[in-house]
């Protein structure tokens, strides 16, 4: 089977400036001295999928590495064909690289295939290949044990319920019980209803005549208030086109003008020339003086007269040109007018014709509102009220009867979906316990898990018995165990539940902290016992303490931190593996 993550690239991330880490399938081990940067692999990991929980209670932008102003994790998922079907079949390339980047102002974005995609995107690609990065045994972080040593068992119970998928069970029993609830107030609410039902046939009888008189009322008021605005857009339009009409007449009188002073001027210049060429012959000598002053005489008279009309004529031009300009401003003024009260009764309802003047109409529109005020304000929900209450109350009285039945097959759903749930939840919990009796033993201790008050299931939670030193189990108190033997039996309850997790990716990162070597030998073994038994899982362990006895063909990658850098290298299985600070292997 092909590696579900085949690289992991860290640029500017922690203490790495860039590297690319290659997980194979199978078993990855992650080793090196403590502070060289091993957990940031697995962290980054889990940033680059969106795992809400390294979001929780820390800033993302305090990973990004001293002195940069942003970081990238990319995830690089094989989307190689299987079985002639790629695993993410929205893409075409072999692999595709889940990236999140970081920066120092606050902003987050996720990136797939170079693509700026939400996180619910991601979550929808993830869960195609069955990977949810929230499932707490899936990635599981360093504290997460010392986290878990201080959970309530309710708190137990549901990550149990969470990390194997039975969750649904659980809310489905929520679900029941708030429409069990639900149904309850309903009931409640029907019973309260049907009493006041009484009491309102009296009152609503009162008023339902002045409902009446109001609602005519109401309605011959917006009828008349429609009529009033489309009588004033029609006496607007009325107005806009006698203007316009009138306009259009000054406009052609403008032109004719117009026509008649270039007929004028025209006559002018040839009056003019006439009576240059009669001076001329008169200077000549070719035209007598007697008769030639006559006709210049006759020339200058009428030149004379043209001029005088021409000037008229320009006069009444521009009084015309005026009037014309004012009856546009006018006409401008009107058309806005009009479309402002054509919006306004738009308003008031569809077009109404009338003969009636805005008066007649203003008029009875007062006297109506006059009649309306005097009837006074009435209940809007008085008709249906009146006229069903009676049968309101008939009906209520069968809602009560169906509200009681449904009540108890409610509670009949109920206590099927309880009993589902304890069926599923104590099924896991008796296997958890098996595994995780056996797990204890191989350490010399010994316990086992349990459901309490699992009568109810809020309450519900998961006890956790644990002995050691020959002692008797006992409830599971984080203050009674050393550290060593708390990080033992809290990793034994984890690999024992992670038989009934599906997914083809898991992580633990230093689960060893405070570990003796013989336990640490021995869950260390389990975890590769239970990475064995899952074929097509891929693992990655992350431990600072010596590796002995790797399963064949594991992948060890060794971090050391050189002048402030994080490198990683990658090393061969052997039978043996020294720690990295004696060297790499």
Known sequence: MPALVKEVILENFMSYKYARIPLAPGINVITGPNGSGKSSILLGIAVALGQTYTERGRRLSDLIRRGEEAARATVVVDNRPVDGRRPLPWFRSDEVFFTRYLRLDGQYWHEVNGRVVSKAEVRRYLSRIGLDPDNALIIMHQNMVEEFAFLTPQERLRLLEDAVGLAGYR????????????????????????????????????????????????DRVARLRAELAWARVRDAL???????????????????????????????????????????????????????????????????EVAASSRVKAFERRLLIAELEELRARQRKLAERVRALRAKA??????????????????????????????GEVP?????????????YRELLRRVEELEENRRRLAEELEKRVSLWREKVSAVVADVDREFSSMLARLG???????????????AGLEILVGFGGSGPAPFNPYALSGGERTAAIMCFFLALQNHVKSPFRAVDEFDVHMDPRNRDAILSMVFELASRNSGVQYVVITPGPLTRLPEGSNVLIVQKVKGRSLVSLAHARTRIPTPSGGAP
């Open 238 to 304: 009325a107005e806009l086109r006698e203007v316009e009409e009138r306009a259009a007449k000054v406009e052609g009188e403008v032109r004719e003008a117009g026509r008649i002073l270039e007929e004028l001027a025209a006559r002018e210049r040839t009056l003019r020339e006439a009576i240059s060429g009669l001076e001329g012959e008169l200077a000549s000598g070719a035209l007598g003086v007697a008769e030639g002053l006559k006709k210049l005489r006759v020339a200058w008279e009428e030149l004379l």
């Open 445 to 459: 201790a010994s316990g086992g898990v349990r459901l309490v008050e699992e009568g109810d299931v809020e309450r």
């Open 380 to 392: 809007p929900e008085v008709e249906s009220a009146y006229t069903k209450l009676e049968e309101s």
């Open 171 to 218: 809310e489905r029993v929520a679900s029941a019980k708030r429409m069990l609830e639900e149904g309850a107030r309903e009931l409640e609410g029907v019973k309260a209803a049907l009493a006041k039902a009484e009491e309102g046939v009296r009152y609503w009888g009162e008023v339902y005549e002045r409902y009446k008189r109001r609602r005519a009322l109401e």
């Open 346 to 375: 738009e308003q008031e309802g569809p077009e109404v014709s009338t003969t009636r003047s805005v008066e007649e109409v203003e008029a009875e529109l007062r006297a109506a509102e006059l009649e309306l005020a005097a009837v």
